[in-house]
């Protein structure tokens, strides 16, 4: 699943559970939110990393110029 698919699921969730689901159900949700949240994180901590690295590489190869 894609950062905006994961994203979209996630308000989803929200929107389900502002509609007045159940508590049961609400709980549910919620912690299924909580790792769908946690994928994202990382997940953009990773672009953020490849990106760091691609800047450095960028500002290498500027600099030899």
């Known amino acids: 699943m894609t950062l905006e698919q994961k994203i979209a699921k996630l ?28 994928e994202c994180m990382k997940q953009l901590s990773d672009c953020k990393g490849k990106l760091t690295v691609l800047r450095e590489k960028v500002r290498k190869m500027t600099d030899e110029n």
């Open 11 to 38: 308000d989803e969730m929200a929107t389900q559970i502002e509609e007045g689901v159940s508590l049961e159900k609400s709980l549910e949700i919620f912690d299924k939110s909580v790792i769908l949240a946690d």
